[in-house]
Nanobody, 122 residues
């Protein structure tokens, strides 16, 4: 599976962005998906995850209520809708795919996208 993340950019605090992660291959619907982020000088952290069917999601406390993860298996794409953005959301955002249940641990994901930069100005 190859993953291509897009949709990042520069936005003011309080604004919104929607990230997309397009997957190649016919087996996208077999993978649980996750979004992670890494800010400069910080370790990569979990943001959100979604089950293979899309029926189950999980969020980091820092984004709960502001971000929404979803997927369209017909389009081989997972999304991250980010609302009420804060300067501390500034990071490179990565999507990842895993065969098996979703996880908050990045090291169990099998495939990673290249990342897309999100910058939130105050």
């Amino acid at each position: 599976v190859q993953l291509q993340a897009s949709g990042g950019g520069l936005v003011q605090a309080g604004g919104s962005l929607r990230l997309s992660c397009a997957a190649s291959g016919r087996t996208f619907s077999s993978y649980s998906m996750g979004w992670f982020r890494q800010a400069p000088g910080k370790e990569r952290e979990f943001v959100a995850a979604i089950s293979v069917s899309g029926g189950s999601t999980y969020y980091a406390d820092s984004v709960k209520g502001r971000f929404t993860i979803s997927r369209d298996n017909d389009k081989n794409t997972v999304y991250l809708q980010m609302n009420s953005l804060k300067p501390e959301d500034t990071a490179v955002y990565y999507c990842a795919a895993r065969l098996g249940p979703y996880s908050v641990y990045g090291n169990v994901y099998h495939y990673w996208g290249q990342g897309t930069q999100v910058t939130v100005s105050s």
